[in-house]
């Protein structure tokens, strides 16, 4: 199994509709992060969470949210799916310190409609 | 405010050529990390290395070289003698001191022609 599984891989939804993105990884890892790739933009940080307890936007937050239901999984939201919102999104972890580099999830392809 | 440029969107070469990928930051941090990732055609993103601003020693690991230069502001990568299989995207990123999240670049297309 991997060490950050994302789901679903692919996902076509239509406006308007609300959708969840699921993250879980055997890590162990305190940190985790939700970005999103947009080509030319790179990754930019929509949420993270240093702990269960412990949630922050990022520079892209609006019109996601998340949750932290246990040390190992956060999810992401779309409230309400809008076509810009069309990306590829990357669920990631990292130890305490942030300092050693990410894992990365496989990506999530959602395509809004 | 920190700033991670790629100004190499896409670099094509022939199997076998060197190439050096680019990469230039802005931080106000005198402590910080950089950091450089591959995501093959598959997607996932994979990471290569990581380096801290106290250690400007370059770095070879097999094919792969990094060269840190504080006084540039740079990180750049280099693969000698590409193979097709290094066709990918390849970003850089920075973190601060803390830890507290990481910025990217915009990513370079590398395709390396058989």
């Known amino acids: 199994d991997a060490d950050v599984t994302q789901t679903p891989r692919n996902r076509i939804t239509k406006t308007g509709k609300r959708i969840m993105l699921e993250c879980s990884q055997t890590k162990g890892h305190d940190r985790m992060y939700w970005y999103r790739q947009d080509p030319g933009l790179g990754l930019r940080l929509i949420y993270y969470?240093?702990?269960?307890?412990?949630?922050n936007k990022g520079e892209i937050s609006d019109g996601y949210s998340v949750s932290r239901q246990a040390q190992a999984k956060f999810s992401l939201s779309l409230e309400s799916a809008i076509p810009n919102q069309t990306a590829l999104y990357f669920c990631?972890?990292?130890?305490?310190?942030?300092?050693?580099?990410?894992?990365f999830g496989s990506g999530t392809r959602l395509t809004v409609v | 405010a920190q700033k991670v440029t790629q100004a190499q969107t896409e670099i094509s070469v022939v199997e076998k050529e060197d190439v050096t990928l680019d990469c230039v930051y802005e931080t106000r941090d005198t402590t910080y990390y950089l950091f450089w990732y591959k995501q093959p055609p598959s997607g996932e993103l994979v990471f290569l290395i990581r380096r801290n601003s106290f250690d400007e020693q370059n770095e070879i690991s097999g094919r792969y070289s990094w060269n840190f230069q504080k006084s540039t502001s740079s990180f750049n990568f280099t693969i000698t003698a590409s193979q097709v299989v290094d066709s990918a995207v390849y970003f850089c990123?920075?973190?601060?001191?803390?830890?507290?999240?990481?910025?990217f670049g915009a990513g370079t297309r590398l395709f390396v022609k058989a």
């Open positions: 969470s240093f702990d269960v307890k412990d949630i």
């Open positions: 990123a920075l973190t601060r001191g803390g830890g507290f999240k990481t910025i």
């Open positions: 990631a972890t990292s130890e305490r310190t942030g300092l050693y580099g990410y894992t």
